[in-house]
């Protein structure tokens, strides 16, 4: 083992007062949904929406999201199991949760907000939400990785992860650290964007450049990522790569169909 790869042994737990504890993955998720929430206030404010929209948008996305999350867990990596045991798909504090999944419970929330209660389009709020969703999603891979848990496959660089809590003596992969920072980013990138050039964009052109570029890591990080179920051990292509080849394809055409184009002169 050389110098730089390090022993990671972080407890999951911030504190417990007796059979109560908050963890550090329950407390990325608030920050998720507090740094969310302010975001698209101030976004909101700006552009003149009322922001009474903003606490009921909020509370779409929360049970869009987690929901989602949820049951793209119980569906996507173990369906037989939570087919058998469906009492249990309401266990969340067991953990589980699926970011593919998150994305469809996002969407659907969305949809539904913007038919009952938005005056914008549909892809105007979407432009909006992803920006603080990038954020989320390093927020969430951070969880992981004070979990210890969705790390990636033995390696010999120099910054590998002994993940002692899961019992590994072996350097692995960071992998939520491989996620987790282009995702962070990701939000930069997209935030400077919605500050400089929101309105000189054709709606939907953020949304594209999100989508892309998020669900590319994912697809390119989870070839040296650990299996996160036991029936991907015999597929070409893991669950997580399946599901994300669609959205980069959906992707690709937004950009193809929304791209800016220049003015004659």
């Not at 002994?162 to 491989?178: D, N, S």
């Amino acid at each position: 083992m050389t110098l730089l790869q390090i022993s990671w042994d972080a407890s999951p737990e911030i504190f417990r007062l007796g059979s109560f504890a908050i963890r550090w993955y329950g407390l990325f998720w608030a920050l998720s949904f507090y740094f969310g929430y302010e975001i698209i206030y101030r976004m909101f404010k700006k552009e003149g929406i009322p922001l009474v929209h903003v606490d009921k948008l909020l509370v779409y996305m929360a049970v869009g999201s987690i929901v989602g999350a949820r049951l793209g867990h119980c569906f996507f990596y173990d369906f037989s199991y939570y087919w058998n045991n469906p009492v249990e798909i309401l266990m969340i504090w067991q953990g589980g949760l699926a970011s593919h999944g998150g994305v469809i419970g996002i969407l659907i929330a969305l949809y539904y907000y913007q038919k009952k209660i938005s005056t914008q389009s549909f892809w105007w709020l979407l432009d909006r939400l992803v920006i603080p969703i990038s954020l989320g999603a390093f927020f969430i891979r951070m969880g992981n990785l004070m979990n210890s848990e969705i790390y990636g496959v033995e390696t010999s660089l120099p910054w590998g992860f002994i993940f002692e809590a899961r019992g590994e003596t072996l350097p692995k992969h960071p992998t939520q650290l491989y996620e987790g920072i282009p995702y962070l980013l990701l939000f930069i990138s997209l935030g400077w964007l919605y500050i400089k050039k929101i309105h000189m964009l054709p709606v939907g052109f953020i949304t594209g450049i999100f989508a892309f570029c998020m669900f590319t890591v994912r697809l390119l990080v989870e070839f040296i990522k650990e299996d996160q179920s036991a029936f991907e051990a015999s597929m070409a292509l893991n669950m997580g790569q399946i599901l994300s080849i669609p959205l980069i394809i959906w992707s690709a055409i937004v950009l193809y169909k929304r791209w800016p184009k220049k003015s004659p002169r």
